[in-house]
């Protein structure tokens, strides 16, 4: 159950210039100020890029041949980083309603991230199906880790956690 501040539907993310992205299993958005764009008669619905907090893609089972995590790569990618939807990024100074704080101040929410609104993605397969982590081994190291799905969750195996580390970066 989520606050009320949150809305969780299912379709497709718009952006200011009315391009569209492909079909997603969950779109978690913005409740007070602009949840759905637009509602379709078999219930598709159209939310604005600004307001999406997270996506995610929701499986059954797990087939190695269908290559359901490569597949949701791509459609982060394209969101992301492909420029196939425009997305205008949030200053961290930005409180919400046409209210800022002042050019010097920053939320310390956002520590990490030069703006607020960064895409959260994740994907839930209910049984683990053909999965062995070789699988997606070789995806893993190919591509950067801000491209990757933030979670993947095996309901019957357990869980793909791609996090950033700053370990690294302080040394």
């Known amino acids: 159950k989520l606050p009320t501040s949150y ?6 993310i718009v952006d200011s210039q009315l391009n569209s992205s492909n079909e997603l299993d969950i779109v ?9 764009l637009m509602n379709t008669a078999n219930g598709t619905e159209y939310f604005i890029f600004e307001s999406v907090y997270s996506i995610g893609e929701i499986k059954s089972t797990y087939y190695k041949s269908k290559n359901y995590i490569k597949d ?11 420029n196939k939807l425009q997305r205008e990024r949030v ?9 800022s704080l002042g050019g010097g101040l920053r939320l310390d929410r956002t520590p990490v991230w030069p703006y607020m609104n960064p895409l959260f993605s994740f994907m839930l397969f209910v049984n683990s199906g053909d999965f062995s982590i070789e699988d997606i081994q070789e995806i893993y190291k190919e591509r950067k880790a801000i ?15 791609n996090f950033r580390s700053n370990v690294e970066e302080s040394k």
């Open 28 to 36: 978690i958005a913005d409740n007070l100020s602009a949840p759905v």
């Open 7 to 12: 809305y969780v539907g299912h379709g497709h």
């Open 72 to 82: 949701f790569i791509g459609v982060v990618s394209d969101l992301k980083f492909k």
């Open 147 to 161: 491209e990757l799905p933030n979670i993947i969750c095996f309901l019957d195996k357990g869980l793909i956690v």
């Open 91 to 99: 200053p961290t100074n930005y409180l919400g309603n046409g209210i």
